[in-house]
């Protein structure tokens, strides 16, 4: 079924477990979507959160999110660690469990696979090579032998919603 994650049509506790990937930077309101996942959530079911995360430092964040924006027009806002965590926290969730992990790839291939603003891959590619320099984006840029390397870092966040 395809709908809101803001209004799903399903009864309150519904789910044992209920997951949202890779989807909550495209959220305008994240915790409105994480309130509806948690009525979803039966007592002593799990909620799980998975997403690429921005950068702690704001100005890495601004501009990671500035490229993501333009690499898919799509996207709202990536958000740190600590925003996703707070999500649980204010839920009353309690400190979630959290599993880092890092999704890479060659840039051109990244650029390759995009839907930029405009068409205009060469520029998405140059802005990120050129984040090489310095790590601007917090994407950790890497040049190597085949080209520029990134990563996203992402993280899964989970929690059982108390019995
Ligand atoms: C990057 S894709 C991830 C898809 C899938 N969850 C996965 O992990 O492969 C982001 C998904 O979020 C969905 N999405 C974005 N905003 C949404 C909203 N407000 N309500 C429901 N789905 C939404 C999009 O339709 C898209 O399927």
């Known amino acids: 079924m395809q709908g809101s994650v803001y209004s799903v049509p399903y009864a309150d506790n519904y789910f044992n477990a209920v ?11 994240p915790e409105r979507a994480f309130a509806e996942m948690l009525r979803l959530t ?4 799990r909620i799980v959160l998975c997403d ?12 990671f999110n500035a ?3 333009l690499r898919d027009p799509s996207t709202v806002s990536f958000r740190t660690l600590d925003y996703l965590r707070g999500l649980f926290l204010s839920a009353g969730l309690g400190e979630p469990e959290v599993r880092l992990f890092q999704v890479s790839y060659l840039a051109a291939d990244l650029v390759r696979g995009s839907f930029p603003e405009g068409d205009d891959r060469d520029a ?3 802005l990120i090579e050129a984040s090489a320099e310095g790590d601007t984006l917090g994407m950790r840029a890497t040049r190597t032998n085949d080209g520029v390397c990134v990563a996203y870092p992402s993280a899964v966040l989970s929690a059982f919603r108390a019995g």
């Open 124 to 126: 998405l590619l140059a």
């Open 52 to 63: 690429g995360l921005a950068s702690d430092e704001p100005a890495k964040a601004a501009a």
């Open 19 to 29: 997951t949202c990937r890779f989807a909550v930077h495209h959220f305008r309101q």
């Open 67 to 69: 490229m993501e924006r």
């Open 42 to 45: 039966a007592p002593g079911g």
